[in-house]
């Protein structure tokens, strides 16, 4: 995966947003499950994008 493909995925089509709640912090990749590894580039550090609202307080 290229720069420029790494860098559309983090800051994606909507300006901004991202469409995943977890993210391959090797690649950037973003995903609506949790994975144990990236499809994209074989990583297997997947964490949780945002955890407002997960836990509360």
Do not use: H
Request: glycine letters at 16%; one cysteine or more.
């Amino acid at each position: 995966m290229s720069l420029t493909d790494k860098i559309a995925r983090v800051v994606g089509a909507t300006g901004g947003e991202s469409d995943g709640t977890y993210e391959c912090k090797t690649c950037g990749a973003t995903f609506t499950l949790d994975r144990q590894t990236c499809p994209d580039c074989g990583g297997c550090t997947i964490d949780r994008i945002d955890w407002d609202g997960v836990v509360s307080g």
